[in-house]
Antibody, heavy 121, light 107 residues
Framework: QVQLVESGGGVVQPGRSLRLSCAASEFIFTSYGMHWVRQAPGKGLEWVAV????????YYADSVKGRFTISRDNSKNTLYLQMNSLRAEDTAVYYC??????????????WGQGILVTVSS | EIVMTQSPATLSVFPGGSLTLSCRASQSVSNDLAWYQQKPGQAPRLLIFGASARATGIPARFSGSGSGTEFTLTISSLQSEDFAVYYCQQYRNWPLTFGGGTKVEIK
């Protein structure tokens, strides 16, 4: 069973930064593309970003491009999301998600429990 | 950006009944289409990928069909644990996009 545990969420003021982490276990992390997906309170799902299994490729939603950076440390089985210039509309539960093996574009196979980020003054 | 449209927004069904959810893409996504189930307070769960392939551990009462721009998710013999919100998602083009969801309620 895939284990994905997010951390680093909380309340942050508009314009500030926050970094989310996701510790992965129970699968070969270095073989899988990884995603972040978010869900604003009471709303639907929004894909945020993806990084390839080797970290060499990534894509972003237009709503976060230039402000968020996805990265990974394969030696630590950890995925990151650096969020800068945060806005109220970034308030959401952020999910760390396992993609497909050796593929950057895929269905979203395994999901963490999510972590809440609240952007408010 | 490919826009995914789901209908209806809400569906009321008796336990034991069957239902079909629809998902339409604004342009062809071939069969790069997935379905997810989300229960209140929980993370989504992958049900279907490749438009019609069931994910690991998903019961046979869940079935997906379609290709191109029109897709359906059918749930037969609805169980109490099936009442949830269902989302479709395309992974043909960037950005990946989700439909707005269909809430399946007990009638």
């Amino acid at each position: 069973q895939v284990q994905l545990v997010e951390s680093g969420g909380g309340v942050v003021q508009p314009g500030r930064s926050l970094r989310l982490s996701c510790a992965a276990s129970e699968f070969i992390f270095t073989s899988y593309g990884m995603h972040w997906v978010r869900q604003a309170p009471g709303k639907g799902l929004e894909w945020v970003a993806v990084i390839s299994y080797d970290g060499n490729n990534n894509y972003y939603a237009d709503s976060v491009k230039g402000r968020f950076t996805i990265s990974r440390d394969n030696s630590k089985n950890t995925l990151y999301l650096q969020m800068n210039s945060l806005r109220a509309e970034d308030t959401a539960v952020y999910y760390c998600v396992q993609g497909a093996e050796y593929s950057i574009s895929s269905s979203l196979i395994g999901w963490g429990q999510g972590i809440l980020v609240t952007v408010s003054s | 950006e490919i826009v995914m449209t789901q209908s209806p927004a809400t569906l009321s069904v008796f336990p034991g009944g069957s239902l079909t959810l629809s998902c339409r893409a604004s342009q062809s996504v071939s069969n790069d289409l997935a379905w997810y189930q989300q229960k209140p307070g929980q993370a989504p769960r992958l049900l279907i990928f490749g438009a019609s392939a069931r994910a690991t551990g998903i019961p046979a009462r869940f079935s997906g069909s379609g290709s191109g721009t029109e897709f359906t998710l059918t749930i037969s013999s609805l169980q109490s644990e099936d009442f949830a919100v269902y989302y479709c998602q395309q992974y043909r083009n960037w950005p990946l996009t989700f439909g707005g969801g269909t809430k399946v309620e007990i009638k």
